[in-house]
């Protein structure tokens, strides 16, 4: 099995800085795309950040300029820097990660438990 915890919510005011941080570990076999995910109150989960492990980013338009998403693949770790936070930023933060475990070898998407983050006006 593979495992992913999150770390590094909230409470921040408007303006402000973040960093989210994500560790992934188990029976890694390899790791394709981490991310960012979060879902905000009566709303759906939406990306925020990915990279891939050929380090090609994808970033939604609202945090573009803002956000800045990096990685570690020799310690299977994302994480998500998070500048200029708006009040529409507030959400709890789910890590993505696209990995094969060594048992299976199938790739699955594992999800962390979640991080708030909570922006104030």
């Keep these: 099995q593979v495992q992913v915890v999150e770390s590094g919510g909230g409470l921040v005011q408007a303006g402000g800085s973040l960093?989210?941080?994500?560790a992934a570990s188990g029976n890694i076999l390899?790791?394709?795309?981490?991310?960012w995910y979060r879902q905000a109150p009566g709303?759906?989960?939406e990306l925020v950040a990915q990279m891939t492990s050929a380090v090609n980013t994808n970033y939604a338009d609202s945090v573009k300029g803002r956000?800045?998403?990096s990685r570690d693949n020799t310690k299977?770790?994302?994480?998500?820097?998070?500048?200029?936070?708006k009040p529409e930023d507030t959400a709890v933060y789910y890590c993505n990660v696209e990995?094969?475990?060594l048992t299976?070898?199938?790739l699955i998407a594992y999800w962390g438990q979640g991080t708030p983050v909570t922006v104030s006006s």
């Design 19 to 22: 960093r989210l941080s994500c």
């Design 30 to 35: 390899s790791i394709n795309t981490m991310g």
């Design 43 to 45: 709303k759906q989960r």
């Design 67 to 69: 956000f800045t998403i």
């Design 76 to 85: 299977n770790t994302v994480s998500l820097q998070m500048n200029s936070l």
């Design 99 to 101: 990995a094969r475990d």
């Design 104 to 106: 299976f070898r199938r």
